[in-house]
T-cell receptor, first 109, second 118 residues
């Protein structure tokens, strides 16, 4: 079965600390993975995707096919990073996204 | 460019009543999605349209939920009759076609409609 698992509901860190939001997936085939973010009172929006291999707002994510993981990392958290983060897997031929349950990141001053 | 528009933003109804949600995708986006997001969970796809045709409705509870996109632009999602477990945020998203280039497989979300069924 195709599935995305985000094991942490809440991740609480202090400003300047490193952050790692975990995401594991189950998929037979070559996966395409995304991180979406929802800031307070804003709509869900794309943060980054693995095929772009880019860094957005200091965040990076590397696809590890051996561990079936796509963890989101940032070396120094900022208060404005506080948000809900969702890992998503592209499934099938019609651009269907399967989302994880999300992790709330809280960055304290 | 204007984003995905949804209305209403909030709706409170009693169980067994009917409700409808409206979505207007980004101009030119051929693919439209309806997701259900229950509190504490990630969004779950209910139905996906390519222009005005349905390409995936495998998780749509068809005994009570229906959706249409008659002219291949805006869409409505209806629940009739509503149950308590339908309380959720209903998200609409759209993506461009053809799904190639820098916009490949990116979905753009509306602000959602929060439904409370009492």
């Amino acid at each position: 079965a195709q599935r995305v698992t985000q094991p942490e509901k809440l991740l609480s860190v202090f400003k300047g600390a490193p952050v790692e939001l975990k995401c594991n997936y189950s998929y037979s085939g070559s996966p395409e993975l995304f991180w979406y973010v929802q800031y307070s009172r804003q709509r869900l929006q794309l943060l980054l995707r693995h095929i772009s291999r880019e860094s957005i707002k200091g965040f990076t994510a590397d696809l590890n096919k051996g561990e079936t993981s796509f963890h989101l990392k940032k070396p120094f958290a900022q208060e404005e990073d506080s948000a809900m983060y969702y890992c998503a897997l592209l499934s099938g031929g019609y651009n269907k996204l399967i989302f994880g349950a999300g992790t709330r990141l809280a960055v304290h001053p | 460019e204007a984003g995905v528009a949804q209305s209403p933003r909030y709706k409170i109804i009693e169980k067994r009543q009917s409700v409808a949600f409206w979505c207007n995708p980004i101009s030119g986006h051929a693919t439209l999605y309806w997701y259900q997001q229950i509190l504490g969970q990630g969004p779950k796809l209910l139905i996906q349209f390519q222009n005005n045709g349905v390409v995936d409705d495998s998780q749509l509870p068809k005994d009570r939920f229906s959706a249409e996109r008659l002219k291949g632009v805006d869409s409505t999602l209806k629940i009739q009759p509503a149950k308590l477990e339908d309380s959720a945020v209903y998200l609409c998203a759209s993506s461009p076609t053809p799904s190639t280039g820098v916009a490949k497989n990116i979905q753009y979300f509306g602000a959602g409609t929060r439904l409370s069924v009492l």
